[in-house]
């Protein structure tokens, strides 16, 4: 299951990494077309993730993935380092993940060792008292302790579709 979990971890990142860069599907849902956003278009965050001392505000894509189940995927920038993050938050029964990106190689995800809780109440998505490690590893579930956190998404619409290759 770990290793699963790894998979879709980075498909659902890379996915992020692909999409967040400058296009922004369309209002309708089956249209296959993308619009083109500026680079310069300063996108309002409705959402952000705290890891000990730092929070990052981000651009959260939420998902309906059926029978209360929820998926966001966040993107934005480091406001020190200007670094990309990319966050992904799965609130599936019984089968709860958060996982952050900063840049290229640093990886932050909620431990193995603490119960993890995903919230979905009304239009958001929340995760409190959240032990985040950087460098987690699957097989070992040890990692470097960075801190406790928080997550919250505001979702004023759900795609009706977990995002493309989870």
Not at 133 to 145: I, K, M, Q, T, Y
């Amino acid at each position: 299951m770990q290793a699963v979990r790894g998979v879709v971890v980075a498909a659902v990142l890379l996915v992020a990494v692909s999409c967040a860069g400058g296009v922004q599907p369309d209002e309708d849902a089956g249209a296959s077309t993308t619009t083109i956003v500026s680079p310069d278009l300063v996108v309002p965050t409705n959402g952000w993730v705290q890891i000990g001392v730092e929070t990052f505000d981000l651009v959260f894509t939420c998902y309906a993935a059926g029978a209360g189940d929820v998926v966001a995927v966040g993107v934005g920038a480091d406001s020190e380092s200007g670094e990309r993050v990319e966050a992904l938050v799965q609130g599936f029964l019984g089968q709860p993940y958060l996982g952050v990106t900063v840049g290229s190689s640093t990886r932050y995800e909620a431990s193995l060792e603490d119960p993890l809780e995903v919230y979905v109440h009304d239009d958001t998505i929340s995760a409190g008292a959240v032990r985040w490690e950087r460098d987690l590893d699957l097989e070992s579930g040890g990692g470097e302790v960075v801190g406790f956190g928080a997550v919250f998404v505001e979702c004023s619409t759900y795609e009706n579709r977990l995002p493309e290759g989870y």
